[in-house]
């Protein structure tokens, strides 16, 4: 039988078919070529054939199942040179051609020849192919946006067994990597470096996550544009949506439906405005936005020039999210309530993850006494639950950094509704997981009506210092005192101003759409 394995304990006798043991790499002082004599043990388990991977025809009688079997892609424009720098790393390690750049191959083209190949050889009996389907995982290097395009891909697709996926973080935030234990900072690109973190992965513990689906319907402004650098621009994970019931009253003439999906959060209001002037900025002067340290401190800057640290003083409270919107939210199947908003709220955030603006938590831990009179749950993130968190201004977000900090926790539930109010405002700001856009708002009769509701689960890969937590955990031991108090949920906003620091169609890109990967970072 082709590709069955002869003895599966003689796993050094043709170990040099699958990788050589010694490797060239270019001295980063003299720039000269090096030999590293490296042990085979050392990358093997992480090694794909080519004929696996569909290039080439012959078929490599093997020596050793692979434990952890790995594609790689790398958004190659993302961490200013690194992205380029760990492209070219991984690739002296692997097979070079498991090794993807992502501004040259898109993830659902190859993870759908992959799997082709992969069912093909199944097929024939191959036992290499069988195994690396059943052990294979997924890295993916980028920002925030990169890695959610990756794991919409992976959901979308519906492929037998998916792969989970570990992230590296090359972006602003790097919120995604965060939560699952992987670090917030750019990594070193070193040889070293690199292996430890796929060591890291062979480890590393399968977690669901959920992902939530959202629907927007609005009308395109009628003339002019609402955005300074091009028309309405709305992130990549949402798109036009034709197949709305003819039923649906919003299904009106000139009325726009579109549909996406996200990972992590989904906000309004204040930091969503903020993160559409960075943006902005970025897109006119990439120049200036190489170094994460710099992004982030260019951030923090812009909310304090947009004025959102008094925003009492500098923002009418017609600009506040009650002002705005009707909020609707579903605990129970079937069940809409309305959701009181505090008057003073001027951003809202829908939290999937423990982890937003760059590691900081909105939600926080409070106490279990609190948990069961507000009859809320602990914040996992595979429970079919989002977690809806208020902010007043730059400071209520900045108390996040103190040891117990979090926002007004305003609910949680598996489906939410926002309907704007006709002539309250022109615009507001909006943005998932990372990606901002300037969104129009009825002037008269119109309605834009969001909705955020339960869609799937993908898996995740999570180190020991994850923050993220599954229902199916074990419950920590926790003392009658440990968490937060929740006081300043009804602290008044001049209070608060003196605190001090402390695939499916839901997420596939069109087709013939132009990607900008820079955008994604």
């Not at 951030?299 to 002002?323: D, E």
Request: hydrophobic share 35%.
């Amino acid at each position: 039988m082709r590709g069955k394995l002869g003895s599966l304990s003689d796993l050094s006798s043709t170990s040099s078919k699958l990788l050589s043991p010694v490797h060239r790499f270019v001295s980063r002082r003299s720039g000269s070529v090096v030999e590293v004599e490296m042990d085979d043990n050392m990358l093997k388990d992480y090694y794909i054939p080519n004929y696996i991977l569909g290039i080439g025809s012959e078929v490599t009688e093997p020596s050793h199942i692979p434990a952890c079997p790995v594609v790689v892609f790398i958004n190659s424009r993302s961490g200013g040179q690194l992205g380029g720098t760990l492209l070219v790393t991984y690739r002296s390690l692997l097979n070079e051609n498991q090794v993807f750049d992502l501004g040259e191959k898109t993830p659902d083209k190859v993870l759908h020849e992959l799997y082709v190949t992969l069912e093909r050889l199944k097929n024939t009996g191959d036992v290499l192919a069988i195994e690396i389907q059943q052990r294979l995982r997924i890295i993916v290097a980028g920002g925030d946006g990169t890695a959610g395009w990756l794991l919409g891909v992976v959901s979308d697709l519906k492929l037998p067994h998916p792969p989970p996926i570990a992230t590296v973080p090359l972006g602003t935030g790097n919120n995604l990597p965060f939560s699952f234990g992987w670090g917030k900072k750019n990594p070193c690109t070193d040889h070293q470096s690199v292996m430890s973190f796929m060591e890291q992965v062979k480890n590393a513990k399968e977690m669901k996550i959920d992902s939530w689906h959202i629907i927007m319907r609005m009308r395109a402004p009628k003339e002019g544009s609402c955005d300074p650098i091009a028309p309405l621009d709305l992130p990549h994970s949402l798109h036009a949506f034709h197949r709305v019931s003819q039923k649906d009253e919003l299904n009106r003439e000139g009325c726009h439906t579109f549909r996406g999906g996200f990972w992590n959060y989904f906000s309004i209001g204040m930091d969503a405005q903020v993160s559409y002037a960075f943006h902005s900025e970025r897109k006119l002067h990439p120049e200036k936005f190489q170094n994460q340290m710099v992004n982030q401190s260019t951030y923090l800057k812009l909310a304090g020039t947009q004025g959102w640290f008094f925003a009492s003083l500098l923002h009418p409270s017609s600009r506040n999210l009650a002002q705005l919107a009707k909020v609707k939210v579903m605990k129970k199947q079937g069940i809409w309530e309305d959701l009181e908003i505090p008057s003073s709220i001027r951003s809202i955030v829908c939290l999937n993850l423990p982890s937003f603006s760059g590691g900081l938590d909105p939600w926080g831990k409070p106490y279990r006494k609190k948990l069961r009179d507000r009859g809320l749950t602990p914040p996992y993130v595979d429970d079919g639950l989002i977690e809806i968190v208020g902010f007043r201004n730059a400071w209520h977000g900045l108390v996040l950094l103190a040891p117990n900090g979090h926002g007004t926790r305003l609910a949680q539930a598996n489906r939410i509704r926002f309907e704007f109010k006709k002539g309250a405002a022109d615009h507001t700001f909006m943005r998932i997981d990372g990606e901002p856009w300037k969104q129009p708002l009825p002037k008269d009769d119109e309605t834009v009506v969001v909705e955020i509701s339960h869609h799937s689960q993908v898996s995740m890969l999570a180190t020991e210092s994850a923050r993220s937590r599954s229902k199916n955990d074990p419950e920590p031991a926790m003392s009658p005192r440990e968490n937060d108090d929740d006081s300043d949920e009804e602290s008044s906003e001049d209070q608060e101003e003196r605190r001090k620091f402390g695939a499916a169609d839901t997420f596939k890109f069109p087709d013939g759409m132009d990607i900008d990967i820079a955008q994604l970072s």
